[in-house]
């Protein structure tokens, strides 16, 4: 990813719906995800409704995902977690299999779905992308899903 933050996207005070799901797993840098998203979506649209959906791991994201998607009418899903390097490959194969499933969903119903589940080395790597304010992720998928539900709000006109 990139070392510098994306640009918000030209805000629209428009009445948009957003759902973040988010893992309880390692809770103290998903919860800096989860306070940077939320505040960047309030910031572009004071319309916004942002709600929140916690699951227990990151595994557990791409169901809850799935069933927002078919059942809820949302701009756009934003799914949070963090997912820390240990001394085997489980963690490069949940990233995987998450990443993957994410991705799935959001083809088959047609509803963005913004992947902020991050594979990361170290707790410095998590401290700096997910507390930080310089490159914090949560923001910049708040920024992604907010242009996205702008996109396919005009694709749908």
Not at 34 to 50: D, K, P, Q
Not at 61 to 71: E, F, H, N
Not at 144 to 151: C, G, H, Q, Y
Request: hydrophobic fraction near 45%; charge should be positive.
């Amino acid at each position: 990813m990139s070392q510098s933050p994306s640009p918000p996207p030209k805000g629209f005070n428009l009445r948009r719906r957003f759902v973040l799901v988010a893992s309880q797993y390692n809770a103290k840098y998903v919860q800096g995800l989860i306070t940077h998203c939320t505040a960047e979506l309030r910031a572009l649209s004071a319309n916004a409704t942002v709600s929140l959906r916690r699951v227990p791991g990151a595994f557990e994201i791409p169901l809850v995902v799935q069933k927002i998607a078919q059942k809820q009418a949302v701009d756009a899903i934003i799914a949070l977690g963090v997912i820390l390097e240990g001394q085997t490959a489980h963690a490069q194969f949940l990233g995987n299999v998450v990443t993957h499933s994410l991705q799935q969903i959001a083809l088959q119903h047609g509803v963005p779905v913004i992947h902020a589940v991050l594979s990361l080395k170290n707790e410095a790597q998590a401290r700096k992308r997910c507390l930080g304010n310089k490159i914090n992720r949560g923001t910049e998928a708040a920024r992604v899903a907010f242009e996205m539900a702008n996109i396919m709000a005009r694709i749908r006109r």
